[in-house]
């Protein structure tokens, strides 16, 4: 039924953007790829220079694991959209799947270096690097998206806790600027309170965290790192209950283990 509704609204307008996307997804829910790509070349020979033709068939050979394919396609877009931050992204991905690393360093050096004002593909990068724990990638990506955008409060977020792991300087100023940019933002809080912490201001890390919590009462996370928090300044039958109320949470918490350990310790 929901296909019929679909495909009746393509004969109404066709190019409809939100029906064709309905089609492809419900042709990958049925587990029918091959259909899916049929719709997806329909749109790129429709909208030729649409993103979304492109992204949907790159997409679908991603899913298969095909990611050579899936390069190809997100290229073929590029050609035509040369700007597409949505196909620069899935492009650099797909070559680090396929195993091709120089390939994707390469080709995002070339890219940065053809949209030079363009933040949100370093943005990317710098985020990838953090989930690969490569630090100084992950600095000086996040350190070009603030230069790009002096208003971009999760780079300076980012950067923040970035400098703190890599023990360079700066990292309070760029935490207190996230804050500043985008106040009352538990997760920028959490980031600042928690090298306010680690630089011994305890009394404000504090007050902070407890700010943060009261925005977001049940985030573990926040609740762990309260803890922490606690625990730096001394505080341990106020980290204590805390950690309680964390491992009563069993494995719907990824860092039970972690409040475990730290319980034990008192």
């Known amino acids: 039924m929901a ?14 953007l939100q029906a064709q ?5 419900l042709a990958m829910a049925d587990k029918k ?14 909208q030729p220079k649409a993103v979304a033709g492109y992204m949907l068939e790159g997409d679908v050979h991603a899913v298969a694991k095909a990611w ?3 390069a190809q396609t997100y290229r073929a877009g590029l050609k035509e959209i040369p700007d597409s931050v949505d196909l620069a992204v899935r492009l650099h991905s797909a070559l680090l799947s396929m195993g091709a690393k120089a390939d994707a360093a390469r080709w995002s050096a070339e890219w940065m270096r053809t949209h030079p004002k363009n933040a949100a593909f370093p943005f990317y990068l710098g985020d990838r690097a953090l989930a690969s724990t490569d630090l100084q990638e992950a600095r000086q990506q996040f350190a070009r998206v603030v230069e790009l955008e002096p208003e971009n409060a999760a780079a300076f977020n980012n950067l923040a ?7 360079q300087p700066g990292a309070l100023v760029d935490a207190e600027k996230a804050n500043t940019l985008a106040p009352n933002e538990p997760a920028f809080m959490d980031t600042w309170a ?3 912490s680690e630089a011994g201001q305890h009394e404000k890390a504090i007050d902070l965290q407890k700010k943060a919590l009261a925005l977001q009462p049940q985030a573990a996370l926040l609740k762990l790192n309260m803890a922490k928090i606690y625990l730096q300044a001394g505080q341990k039958d106020a980290a204590r209950p805390l950690l ?6 069993g494995d719907k918490f990824p860092g039970k283990d ?3 350990r730290l319980r034990s310790a008192l």
């Open 3 to 16: 296909g019929q509704n679909l495909r009746k609204a393509l004969e109404l307008q066709p190019g409809l």
């Open 21 to 25: 996307q309905g089609l492809v997804a």
């Open 33 to 46: 790829p091959a259909e899916a790509l049929v719709q997806t070349r329909n749109m790129q020979k429709q």
């Open 68 to 70: 050579d394919k899936a």
């Open 161 to 167: 806790w970035v400098k703190a792991r890599l023990k």
């Open 194 to 196: 928690m090298l306010l």
């Open 244 to 249: 309680d109320e964390i491992q009563a949470l």
């Open 258 to 260: 972690e409040a475990a």
